[in-house]
């Protein structure tokens, strides 16, 4: 048994899209499915979403790299209590 899937667009994508489908000798209904089943396949999309992070995440990500990498030297604890310990105090100093 098949449904109907509507989905709405602006007309320029609608057209953009059927045109391009049009090419690769599909209609567009065939090219969702194509993409559903794709999805499926994958368990999620089927292309990397990528969204920008801002400086201050760019910066803690390359640190965490490098940490990883061994080329910066990371403070280890013995202990989650100490490492609470420590960042209560040093939240006191600040």
Same mark, same amino acid.
């Given at each position: 048994m098949t449904k109907v899937?509507?989905? %709405? @667009? !602006? $007309?320029? &994508?609608? *057209? *953009?899209? !059927? %045109? @391009?489908?049009?090419? @690769?000798? @599909? !209609? &567009? $209904? &065939? *090219?969702v499915r194509m993409f559903l089943q794709a999805s499926l396949q994958t368990n999620g999309l089927p292309f990397a979403v990528k969204r920008a992070f801002n400086p201050e995440t760019e910066a803690a990500m390359q640190e965490a790299r490098d940490i990883a990498a061994g080329k910066i030297k990371a403070k280890g604890y013995k202990s989650v209590e100490k490492m609470f310990a420590e960042l209560d105090a040093e939240m006191a100093r600040e």
């Open positions: 899937l509507q989905v %709405r @667009l !602006d $007309s320029e &994508t609608k *057209a *953009a899209a !059927d %045109r @391009l489908y049009a090419d @690769l000798g @599909l !209609d &567009t $209904s &065939t *090219a």
